[in-house]
C-alpha cells in the first residue's frame, strides 16, 4: 500500500459512511433523492463493466441489458408471481448472471470487434423481447407499483432508508471489486487484457477467466436493476435500451475503468453533471457532450487513473530477505528423455514452417536449437508451448503425449517459456508479472498466496530484480524486461523452460549476465530448451545443438561438431562466426 492510500482510504470510508447516515439524519428532497438513487444503482452496473472491461479489456455493450433483466425480475417477482422482494432480486440477479454465462461462453472465443457486436445484438433482442411479451412485462406500458422490502422486521418504504440500502450495497460491491482486482482471478483477468497470449501460456485458462469476469459484470448489472426497481415503483423497457448501455460505458471510461473508484466517481459525474449544467437551457446537451469528449481524450485513464497519478511515484515496499529459489525437477537425476518431438511438421498453406523434425531432449541438460532465420525456430517453439496445433508428428514430455494442448494445459504440465519478442503485462508491476507466472496450476513450489508472493520475490531475486519488484515492468529498460520474463517463467516452477533467443537486443554486458543467469538455471538441472542467434552464446551453454533449416533438422550433435559441420556452415552462408568456421 502506497502512502497516499493511507489518507485515501480512511476519507473513502468517511465520505461513504456520511453518504448512508446523513440522508437518515437529514432527509433529502424527492428530486434529489431520485438522483442519488439512480447514481446509486447504475454504480452497481458500472462496478460490473468495471470487472469486465476495466480488469479483462472485454468490452460489452449490454450491460444496460442485464441492469434490465435484474429490474424485471424484482418487478415481475413482485407484482406477478407475488414473491418477497429479495426473492425476485436473487432471481433477476440470477437471471441476469446466468444469461452472461451463456452469451460470454458463446462468444468469447471470439476476438474484440465480435464482442461488441454481440452483445449490441443481444441488447437489442433484450429490447424487443421487454417490449413485446406483453403478457410477462406489460410491454411498453411497463411496470408499476413495484414495492419495497423490509429487512430484519425494518420496513424500507421511505426513500431515504431504501437510499441507505442501496448505498450500502453499492459500498459493499465496491469493496469486492477492488478487492477482486488484487486475487488470483483478479491478476488473471489483467493478464488476459494485457497480453492474452502470454496469460495463456503462464497457465490462465484466458476462456474461463473471461467468461467469469462476463458473468459477474452480468450479475453486478442485475443486482443495480433490482434495486433500480424498488428504488423507482416503476419501470418500462425504454430505460434498458441500448442508450442506456452507451451511458454506462461512458461512465466507467469517464471515471477510470480499472479502480472501482472510479466507476463511482464517473457514474455520479455523469449523472449530476447534467443537473449542474441545467443553466445552460438549449445549449447544455452540447456543452455536456464537449466536456465527456475533453475529459476523455486528455485523460485517458479517466478522472480516478489522473488522479492517482498526482500521488507521485509508487513507494517501494520494504520486504526483508527472499527465499532462495528451488528449481529444477526432483526426478533430474533419474536422466532419461524428458521431451521427444516426433516427425513433428507445421504447415502454414503452402509453406512448410516445419517439414518432420525429431529432437530428443535429455533431461537436465541445455538443448539448443540453431537455424538461419526463418528456418522455423519460432514456429516449433509455438507448437511446444501449444500454441499452434502441429500439422503431423507428436511431443511427449516425460513420456506424457501433450501435443494438441492448450498453452494452459502444457503451462500446468510444467512447461514454461519467453517470447522472442517480449510479452509482458505492461500495465502491472513487476511482481505482478511474476506473481501470475507463480500462480500457475499445479505449481507445486507455491500453492496459498502467501506462498505463491515469496516465490516471485524468490524468482525476481534469482533473475537479480528484487530490488525493482514495485516498479511499473512498462518503465523498465529492455534488458531487464528480459529478466523479468525470465522470472515470470521461473516462479511457475517449470521442469523443461523453452527459452526464445534470450539474447537478441541484449549488449554485451547484458548478455555475459545471462550467460552467467543461464549457467546458474543449468546448475540447478533445469532442462533448457533455446533457441539463439548468438554462437557464442550457444556454444557456452549447450550440452546438444540441433540446426534446422527450411523447417528440416540437418544436423545434430555435441557444440564443436555442429558448428564444423558443412552443412551448417553452408546454411548459415557466412552468418557462422569465425571461430565456429575455423
Ligand atoms: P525463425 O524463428 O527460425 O526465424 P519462424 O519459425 O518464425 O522462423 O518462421 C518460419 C517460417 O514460417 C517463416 O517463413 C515464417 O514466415 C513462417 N511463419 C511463421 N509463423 C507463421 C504464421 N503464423 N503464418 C504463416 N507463416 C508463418
Ligand atoms: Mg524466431
Not at 69 to 91: D, M, Q
Not at 299 to 313: C, N, Y
Not at 324 to 337: E, N, S
Not at 561 to 571: C, E, F, S, Y
Request: proline share 4%; aromatic share 8%.
Amino acid at each position: 500500500m502506497t502512502s497516499r492510500s493511507r489518507y485515501v482510504i480512511p476519507l473513502l470510508l468517511l465520505a461513504a459512511a456520511a453518504s448512508i447516515v446523513l440522508p437518515l439524519v437529514h432527509p433529502v428532497n424527492g428530486y434529489l433523492l431520485n438522483l442519488f438513487m439512480q447514481a446509486a444503482t447504475y454504480a452497481m452496473a458500472v462496478l460490473g463493466l468495471t470487472v469486465v472491461l476495466g480488469y479483462a479489456g472485454q468490452i460489452s455493450i449490454a450491460q444496460a441489458g442485464f441492469f434490465g433483466l435484474g429490474a424485471y425480475g424484482v418487478a415481475i417477482g413482485t407484482t406477478v408471481l407475488h414473491l418477497p422482494f429479495f426473492i425476485g432480486l436473487a432471481l433477476g440477479v440470477l437471471v441476469a448472471g446466468l444469461l452472461g454465462a451463456v452469451l460470454g461462453a458463446s462468444t468469447l472465443k471470439l476476438g474484440g470487434h465480435y464482442l461488441a457486436m454481440v452483445t449490441i445484438s443481444f441488447q437489442q433482442i433484450l429490447t424487443l423481447v421487454l417490449t413485446n411479451w406483453i403478457s410477462l412485462t406489460r410491454g411498453p406500458d411497463g411496470i408499476r407499483n413495484i414495492p419495497r422490502p423490509s429487512l430484519f422486521g425494518v420496513s424500507l418504504e421511505d426513500s431515504d432508508r431504501y437510499l441507505g440500502l442501496c448505498l450500502l450495497v453499492l459500498y459493499a460491491v465496491g469493496v469486492f471489486v477492488w478487492w477482486l482486482k488484487g486475487t488470483k482471478l483478479g491478476l488473471g483477468m489483467q493478464a488476459v487484457r494485457d497480453n492474452e497470449l502470454a496469460a495463456e501460456v503462464v497457465g490462465v485458462d484466458t476462456y474461463r477467466v473471461k467468461v467469469t469476469a462476463f458473468c459477474l459484470s452480468a450479475l453486478l448489472g442485475g443486482l443495480g436493476g433490482g434495486l433500480f426497481a424498488g428504488g423507482f415503483g416503476y419501470i418500462s423497457p425504454d430505460q434498458f435500451s441500448f442508450n442506456e448501455s452507451v451511458v454506462l460505458l461512458t461512465m466507467v471510461l469517464l471515471g477510470g475503468a480499472d479502480a472501482a473508484v472510479g466507476s463511482v466517481v464517473g457514474t455520479a459525474l455523469l449523472i449530476l453533471l447534467p443537473e449542474w449544467l441545467r443553466f445552460l437551457r438549449g445549449a447544455y446537451l452540447a456543452v455536456y457532450g464537449l466536456a465527456v469528449i475533453l475529459i476523455m481524450v486528455f485523460m485517458p485513464t479517466g478522472l480516478w487513473g489522473m488522479l492517482s497519478r498526482l500521488g507521485g511515484p509508487p513507494r517501494l515496499r520494504e520486504r526483508g530477505v527472499p527465499d532462495v529459489l528451488t528449481l529444477g525437477d526432483p526426478d533430474a537425476a533419474a536422466g532419461g528423455l524428458l521431451l521427444e518431438i516426433k516427425g513433428l511438421a507445421k504447415h502454414f498453406g503452402g509453406l512448410k514452417a516445419l517439414d518432420g523434425v525429431d529432437i530428443s531432449v535429455e533431461r537436465g541438460k541445455v538443448h539448443a536449437l540453431i537455424g538461419p532465420n526463418g528456418s522455423g525456430k519460432t514456429t516449433m517453439l509455438n507448437v511446444l508451448s501449444g500454441i499452434y496445433r502441429p500439422t503431423r508428428g507428436e511431443v511427449l514430455v516425460d513420456g506424457v503425449k501433450v501435443s494438441g494442448l492448450a498453452p494452459h494445459e502444457l503451462a500446468a504440465a510444467g512447461v514454461g517459456r519467453t517470447f522472442q519478442n517480449i510479452r509482458l503485462f505492461l500495465s502491472l508491476t513487476v511482481l505482478e508479472n511474476v506473481v501470475i507466472g507463480a500462480q500457475r496450476p499445479h505449481n507445486s513450489a507455491a500453492q496459498t498466496p502467501d506462498q505463491v508472493q515469496r516465490r516471485a520475490m524468490a524468482a525476481l531475486d534469482f533473475v537479480g530484480m528484487a530490488a525493482r519488484a514495485d516498479l511499473k515492468v512498462a518503465s523498465l529498460p529492455y534488458g531487464h524486461q528480459r529478466l523479468v520474463e525470465i522470472a515470470r517463467a521461473l516462479a511457475g516452477n517449470p521442469t523443461l523452460l523453452l527459452l526464445d533467443e534470450p539474447a537478441a537486443g541484449l549488449n554485451l554486458t547484458e548478455k555475459q549476465e545471462l550467460v552467467g543467469l543461464l549457467k546458474r538455471l543449468a546448475g540447478h538441472g533445469l532442462t533448457l530448451f533455446l533457441i539463439d542467434h548468438d554462437m557464442n552464446l550457444v556454444e557456452q551453454m549447450a550440452d546438444r545443438i540441433t540446426v534446422l533449416n527450411f523447417g528440416k533438422r540437418i544436423a545434430e550433435g555435441a557444440p564443436a561438431d555442429v558448428l564444423r559441420h558443412p552443412d551448417v556452415i553452408a546454411a548459415y552462408l557466412g552468418e557462422v562466426p569465425d571461430d565456429a568456421a575455423a
